[in-house]
Each structure stands twice: as structure tokens, then as C-alpha cells.
């Protein structure tokens, strides 16, 4: 059985301090002042961990878990693991809202539904849920209860400042002037084409916000510029409907350390395919979004309650930040399944001090979700240096890997600190970023690969993977990609770098983004697009007033080779008049004549039209 919430902090360590900005780092910095509730706030602590969803003699799993606190006032009841027309009669009461009207929506994958209360619950509130569970005349009459919970407000949190960057951070083209990215330098060049573009994020920070391709060569492919204060984060490529999309966060990060928003299926055409939202109240968090088959998806949720945290020497008008995880049926929205972190997990195992101020306690944050083929998930929480093992369906903690309450004897160069991106492998073992730092705990950050043995309980460091030049110290982010051939891709997190490493610890390629700037993970992926906007094309007639100077690009475009430039005096008259190699994201050629109109045609290799832009007038 696992440790009681009301425990209180073991100190294990002298540098314990409150992590509250950026993915859990470092400090406010001014961002904002958090305003606490007034009055004391509702016991949130569990008495027990012993939350079970699956309800006792059937094989439904509900959500909300059976006897959690943690209910939103907005919460749908999620019933999985029978089709829909084997749930009947479902009553739902809150003790101070009454009887609920609403109704019982399928889910596109057949196997449960959800049902929609018309009104929210009540604050406070115990809500007793009945059901007959069954096909018809083998029905069974099961029944459970909740508490809902006091929501703290997130739309007073700020986000984090966004200075303009350095002119000498960033790169500007004539043919798209609006986009403005930050440089990509190449310090090792690539030893290994085969593993692809490198898949980036810019922001928080300085600059345009948005989601990043370049080539290994450090030339852009693709910049979404987003609108201000709206932030990407995780792009990278996923399996979606048969072919390979890809996929992102976009919305706003708070100070604080999380986002709400939402998370993106983009075509190889970068045309939106699919918008996951989280539901039950809460809002898609920045930290993780994975896509498994059967048009299901799981996405990482942050829901800040109000929590008398005087049993813990903290606050009574106390605010905590309880995470959470979200299966999400893809086609329809619902929420089949949700995991919250105060059900399973003894606030006494995190490494954060409780506040003794108005700020929210962030003593878990979930930064992963790795769901296996066998139905488990394994998760990584920064704040506790832990993975941990779920079982898929119950919700119940089989295994947890680090931390003050590892299920694992830990062999050396094992224990990770404010680790992100726990990674289950072909082979069993364990991979993570360990960011190490913030405060610093390891002399460095780096990748590890952790064997473990279920039977004996014992972990065991098959490689460590630092920087092979100088130390990297990361105080946020992070993550370790694993590639077929079991070279690694890190992304530094805090420290705006990726590098990609042999299985022995080579240095196969390594890149970096400018100082100052920030991306929450990097990626390697073979990456191709033909994007449906047309090219862009801006020319000038030089002061001479004898020749035609023409810039071209094609934003997201990963198969031009060549480019055929048309001039004339009319854009119904325009002929070939030059045509230039494809050399960067913007190519340029200077031909002679004086004309009014331009266009181009980009070309691949064999010579094939791909696109031809619209007519521009000339600038004089």
C-alpha cells in the first residue's frame, strides 16, 4: 500500500525550493504575482491511494475514479470497456446540485461512452453515479461516488515576457517578409542523413513564436509564425489514419510552469487534420501528446484546485496543482479515461517544497506519457524523480522507477533528478532526459538508458549519454529519442541545442538555436511536404534600371530543386527569363530587363512542376 497524502515531506535535500516557471524551473522572474484565494480552501489530501477505477465485477473503468477528490465541477462520467448499449439507466446526483439531466455518448471505438451532465456540479459536492452495466438481461447494477472539487482560476496567470530578438538572431527574407526564425547553427555537421530533419519549437523567449524544421545543414523547411503570445511545443511526426503527420501544442504557457491549449495533426500538406482538446473542464497541457491506434489519444492536463495545505506547514487558502492524464476518443472529443496524480501518488515523495506564499504547489508535474502495446502507461513526473508504471484500465501504480518510493533497487549512476521524456523500450529498458539541475543535483545533464529487472527489482545504468564537448546543465525541458539503429537524439530543453549521439557516444551531429531562445524538445524525423499555398516570389528593378532582381521561396516545401522565373510587362505576357538552383530557403537571381510583372515556377529534380506562384508587380 502507498504512503498516505497527509504524510508529511521527507526533506531529501538541504536545496529543496519552489519550482514554479518554465516546466517547472527556476523562478518567477517578475512574471506575475499569484493572487490566493481568500479563506481557507477545502481538505484535497486523500486519506487512502487506493483508487480503482475499474468498478468491482464488471470490466468498466470510470472516470471519475471511485471516491477521488479531484473531480472538476465540469467533469462528463466516463464509462470503458463495454459498448455503449450495455449502459443503461445511468443516474447521476450531486448532494447539493441534485439529480443531473444529460446524456450517453458513444465512442467512435465502441467500447464505453460518456456521459454529459447538462449543468455543471457544485464545488464541494459528493455526486453518487448508479448504472446498469450489461447487454441486456445479464444486466448488473453498479454504482460510485466523487467529490468535485474547488477549481483555482487559471485566467489571471500570465505567460511568460516575449521580447523582440536580436537582428542577428534571426533570419529575414524578402519573399516572406513576415516570418522571422531564429538561425540554426550547425557546430558538428551531420554523420547520419538517414535520420532526418531536425523537428524544433522556438519560444518562450525573445522573437516569433512557432513550430521548426531544418535541414541538417541548419537551412529552414517550414516556420509557422504564430500569433502573439501563442506558444508551439513538441512538434515531431506520428502515425495518424496511415501515414505520418505532423504533430504539436499550440496555445499559452504559464508561468508557472504548464500550458492550456490544445494539441495539432497537421498533413504532409500542413493542413490541420485533427484538434485534440483535453476535457472534463481542463484545457490540453504543453508537456505531451501521444497518438496510438484506433484514433486514441493521450494528453497531459494541469488542474490547479484550491487545498488546505496546513497539514504540510503550508498554507490553509492553499492552492495545488494536481496533473493529470486524458485518454481522449480523437473523432469525438470525449474523455474515455482520466488518471489524476493526488489519487495515486503521496504528496510526500515530491522534491518541492510546500509554498509557505500564495503560489500553487507544483509537487508532481508530469512531463511524459508512454503508452505500451500491452495497454500499461508509464508516465515521469519531475517534481517526485520518478516513472511510474500504470495499469492500464485501474489506474494502479504496478512499478515506480526512482524517487524516494522506487520499486527498484537503483545501481549506480541510476537516480535520475527533475528528469523529463521516460521512454519504454523494444528491449524493456528505461530511457530519460536528467535534467539534473534546478537546483543542481548532477554535475551535468544527459540521456540514460536503465535496465530493469521486474523479478529481482533492480536497475541498472546501461549507458549514459552527456554532451560529448563541453557540460550541459539543463534546468528545464528536455528529451532522448531513440532512433532504429539506437543512435539518440537529445534536446537540451533550457539549453536551446540538439545533438544526435552513436549507441557508443559519439557525436554524430549537433546544432543550436540562438542564446536566450528556448525549445521544449527536439527531434529527428525524414520529413517530406508539398504544402497547398503557392510559392512566394517579390522582385525589384535594381537602381541601374537595367536588370530584374527576384526572390523566391516556398515555405514547407522539402522537394524543390530548381526554380523557372517569369517576367513581362502584363501578367497575361510573362515568358521564362532565367532560372536559378534551389539554394536556401530563399533563392534569389538577377537577370537583365526592366520588367513590371514576375512569377516563378518551382521544380524537383526530374524537372516536374510543383507549383508556380502568383504574379507580383516588380518594386522600383
Not at 490540453?284 to 486514441?296: E, K, M, R
Amino acid at each position: 500500500m502507498r504512503r498516505n497524502g497527509y504524510i508529511l515531506l521527507l526533506v531529501a535535500t538541504a536545496a529543496w525550493v519552489v519550482v514554479a516557471v518554465l516546466l517547472g524551473s527556476g523562478s518567477l522572474s517578475g512574471a506575475h504575482t499569484v493572487v490566493g484565494p481568500s479563506g481557507a480552501s477545502p481538505s484535497c489530501l486523500p486519506a487512502t491511494l487506493e483508487h480503482n477505477a475499474t468498478l468491482a465485477g464488471t470490466t468498466v473503468n470510470v472516470s471519475p475514479a471511485p471516491e477521488t477528490d479531484t473531480a472538476n465541477p465540469d467533469t462528463q462520467v466516463s464509462f470503458l470497456g463495454v459498448p455503449v448499449t450495455d449502459i443503461h439507466d445511468v443516474s447521476v446526483e450531486g448532494s447539493r446540485s441534485g439529480y443531473h439531466h444529460g446524456h450517453l455518448y458513444g465512442y467512435f471505438q465502441g467500447d464505453g461512452g460518456s456521459f454529459l451532465p447538462y449543468k455543471p456540479f457544485a464545488t464541494g459536492e459528493r455526486v453518487l453515479v448508479r448504472a446498469l452495466i450489461g447487454p441486456p438481461g445479464g444486466e448488473r447494477r453498479s454504482s460510485f461516488s466523487f467529490r468535485v472539487a474547488t477549481p483555482y482560476p487559471t485566467a489571471g496567470l500570465t505567460g511568460f515576457p516575449n521580447p523582440p530578438a536580436a537582428p542577428s538572431a534571426n533570419q529575414s527574407f524578402v519573399s516572406a517578409p513576415g516570418l522571422h526564425p531564429p538561425i540554426l547553427d550547425v557546430s558538428a555537421p551531420d554523420l547520419d542523413p538517414a535520420a532526418g530533419d531536425v523537428l524544433m519549437t522556438v519560444g518562450p523567449g525573445p522573437g516569433q513564436y512557432g513550430p521548426l524544421i531544418y535541414t541538417p545543414q541548419g537551412r529552414l523547411v517550414w516556420f509557422d509564425d504564430l500569433a502573439k503570445g501563442v506558444n508551439a511545443e513538441d512538434l515531431r511526426v506520428q502515425p495518424y489514419e496511415g501515414q505520418s503527420d505532423l504533430t504539436w501544442w499550440r496555445g499559452k504557457v504559464i508561468a508557472l510552469g504548464f500550458g492550456l491549449g490544445e494539441d495539432i495533426v497537421m498533413n504532409p500538406d500542413y493542413q490541420t487534420v485533427a484538434t485534440i482538446r483535453a476535457g472534463n473542464g481542463l484545457q490540453a497541457d504543453l508537456h505531451d501528446f501521444q497518438i496510438t491506434p484506433g484514433n486514441v489519444a493521450y494528453v497531459t492536463a494541469y488542474n490547479l484546485i484550491r487545498c488546505n495545505l496546513a497539514p504540510l506547514g503550508g498554507k490553509r487558502n492553499g492552492v495545488i496543482v494536481d496533473t493529470a492524464v486524458q485518454e481522449i476518443d480523437m473523432k469525438t472529443g470525449l474523455v474515455r479515461w482520466q488518471w489524476d496524480s493526488l489519487d495515486h501518488i503521496a504528496v510526500s515523495e515530491s522534491h518541492v517544497a510546500v509554498p509557505t506564499t500564495a503560489t500553487p504547489w507544483d509537487w508532481f508535474h508530469l512531463n511524459s506519457i508512454d503508452p505500451e502495446p500491452s495497454g500499461s502507461l508509464m508516465i515521469s513526473a519531475r517534481s517526485t524523480w520518478a516513472a511510474y508504471q500504470l495499469q492500464g484500465g485501474s489506474g494502479a501504480v504496478l512499478w515506480q522507477l526512482g524517487g524516494t518510493g522506487s520499486s527498484f533497487s537503483m545501481g549506480p549512476g541510476t537516480e535520475t533528478a527533475w528528469q523529463h521524456d521516460a521512454r519504454m523500450q523494444p528491449d524493456g529498458s528505461v530511457t530519460f532526459f536528467d535534467d539534473g539541475s534546478d537546483p543542481r543535483v548532477h554535475y551535468q545533464s544527459r540521456g540514460v538508458r536503465i535496465a530493469i529487472n521486474t523479478t529481482l527489482h533492480t536497475a541498472r545504468l546501461v549507458r549514459a549519454y552527456p554532451h560529448p564537448g563541453s557540460p550541459q546543465l539543463a534546468d528545464s525541458q528536455g528529451n532522448m529519442q531513440t532512433l532504429g539503429d539506437e543512435s539518440v537524439v537529445i534536446g537540451w530543453g533550457s539549453i536551446p541545442s540538439i545533438s544526435e549521439l552513436a549507441k557508443n557516444g559519439g557525436l554524430l551531429f549537433d546544432a543550436h538555436l540562438p542564446p536566450g531562445s528556448s525549445s521544449y524538445r527536439a527531434f529527428r524525423f525524414p520529413w517530406s511536404a508539398q504544402p497547398l499555398w503557392l510559392p512566394a516570389v517579390s522582385a525589384r528593378l535594381l537602381a541601374t534600371g537595367d536588370s530584374t532582381a527576384v526572390f523566391a521561396s516556398w515555405n514547407g516545401a522539402t522537394e524543390v530543386a530548381s526554380w523557372r522565373v517569369l517576367a513581362g510587362q502584363e501578367p497575361g505576357s510573362m515568358t521564362v527569363q532565367a532560372a536559378m538552383p534551389d539554394s536556401g530557403f530563399e533563392s534569389t537571381v538577377t537577370f537583365p530587363g526592366a520588367y513590371s510583372y514576375v512569377a516563378v515556377q518551382a521544380l524537383n529534380a526530374a524537372g516536374q512542376l510543383l507549383g508556380t506562384s502568383a504574379a507580383e508587380r516588380v518594386s522600383r
